[in-house]
């Protein structure tokens, strides 16, 4: 961002690189096969991809994965995939199919609330001073905007393994039920002031990363790339702002993964 100059897009200049190089790491996925699962990632989680470019997404990302795969059993390295292929408890199909999920959600989800994040402090020029102010509350701050955009509008669903009572409501055994996240996290009698965004808040027992054993594989790597990626983010680019306004930001409504489509930003003299 800082060779580039300003303006720049935060999602493609910092909030897509940071999760990706990192997956890729730890998978062990060349880092220049990027844009081509980052493309095919795009597709699966439109909302509006037709099932033809669906399944070419698909069978894109799932030819670049069983390739390697197949590389990894002939000559494993220290990643993931090597592990997976090495254990002898999968199916290649299997590993392939594990891989796709890790790679795909790995990278995107974390990509969208980096920027996203971002987006949501510049809007309330207020928290972000406070993070500025206190560094270490960076930590809260994470959890809070966690809690507060709530990327996944789409689901969780879960099946009821027995007849329950929620809130007055029978849920009959066998019967599925679509969990509202947003919802959830912005419950009154679980969080004082919900609507509000509290980079200080103590209380937040939020359910951005799902509950019990489907709790996201995932979350401890994500907290660490937001905590790490904002901190230091905020530290190298004091006077970070908004390039556009706030309403000229423009926002992906048809994916799985809510989120901006990108966030032009500037820093230097005004």
């Not at 990632?41 to 439109?46: K, N, Q, S, Y």
């Not at 001073?129 to 879960?158: C, M, W």
Request: proline share 7%.
């Amino acid at each position: 961002m800082a060779a580039h100059g300003p303006p720049t897009d935060l999602v493609h200049a910092f909030a897509l690189p940071i999760p990706s190089i990192l997956i890729c790491e730890l998978l062990g996925v060349p880092y220049a096969q990027r844009e081509r699962f980052q493309r095919d990632t795009a597709v699966l989680f439109d909302l509006d991809s037709q099932p033809d470019r669906v399944n070419a997404a698909w069978s894109s990302l799932g030819g670049l994965l069983s390739a390697l795969a197949r590389e990894k059993r002939l000559r494993p390295t220290d990643d993931v995939i090597s592990e997976l292929v090495g254990g002898g408890d999968l199916t290649e199909q299997e590993v392939v199919m594990v891989a796709i999920v890790l790679l795909a959600a790995g990278h995107e989800t974390s990509a969208t609330m980096i920027a996203h994040g971002i987006f949501a402090l510049l809007r309330h020029p207020e928290q972000l001073a406070r993070i500025r102010a206190d560094p270490p509350l960076v930590d809260k701050a994470v959890e809070e905007l966690l809690r507060y955009l709530s990327i996944f509008h789409i689901g969780p669903a879960r099946s009821a393994l027995a007849d329950v009572l929620v809130a007055g409501q029978l849920v009959k055994r066998g019967d599925t039920v679509a969990i509202s996240l947003p919802a959830a996290n912005r419950d009154p009698s679980e969080f004082t002031n919900p609507d509000e965004l509290d980079v200080g808040r103590d209380h937040n027992r939020h359910l951005a990363f799902g509950h019990g054993i489907h709790q996201c594989l995932g979350q401890q790597l994500a907290r660490v790339e937001l905590r790490v990626g904002l901190g230091r983010l905020l530290r190298r680019f004091p006077d970070l702002r908004l390039a556009v306004p706030a309403e000229d930001v423009p926002v992906r409504g048809n994916i799985a993964v809510y989120g901006v489509q990108s966030l032009p930003v500037t820093w230097g003299q005004r």
